[in-house]
């Protein structure tokens, strides 16, 4: 009677154990399965925080960018008005010089008109002298 109660045990715990077995083996692949979820967890979580880092530091590029493109900016409109201003400045001492040369062009015109009247005169006085001595 105990060897059959013992065999009854026996083959009520392999029942169990094969019952048992599955929802074990189900568990553990489940386990393998939310472990490698876990793993790839990680490494995204890690790949986000890194991607992260260097969206902040091209923030800070672009930013260190755009204020550099605006002090070039600003610097290249100043450089624009400063030609600017030495052009005109060309063009008008070149006109002043223009004039300038113009009127003294006109004055040393005024004065060899002048000597050359002079020197007609004396010519002319020379030859009175010169026709009264013969």
Avoid at 65 to 79: A, G, I, P
Avoid at 89 to 110: C, D, P, R, T, Y
Avoid at 126 to 131: D, H, K, R, T
């Amino acid at each position: 009677k105990k060897e059959e109660r013992n065999e009854k045990q026996m083959s009520e715990i392999q029942a169990e154990n094969k019952r048992l077995k599955e929802p074990l083996e189900k568990a553990k692949a489940e386990v393998s399965d939310l472990k490698k979820q876990l793993a790839n967890y990680q490494k995204d979580k890690q790949s986000l925080q890194s991607a992260k880092a260097r969206l902040k530091v091209q923030e800070q590029d672009l930013k260190a960018l755009h204020w550099e493109h605006e002090v070039l900016e600003q610097r290249f409109k100043q450089v624009q008005q400063e030609r600017d201003d030495l052009y005109n400045k060309f063009v008008s001492a070149i006109h002043e010089v223009q004039q300038k040369s113009g009127f003294k062009n006109l004055l040393l015109e005024k004065k060899l008109l002048a000597l050359a009247d002079v020197l007609e005169k004396k010519e002319a006085q020379l030859n009175e002298v010169l026709s009264a001595s013969n």
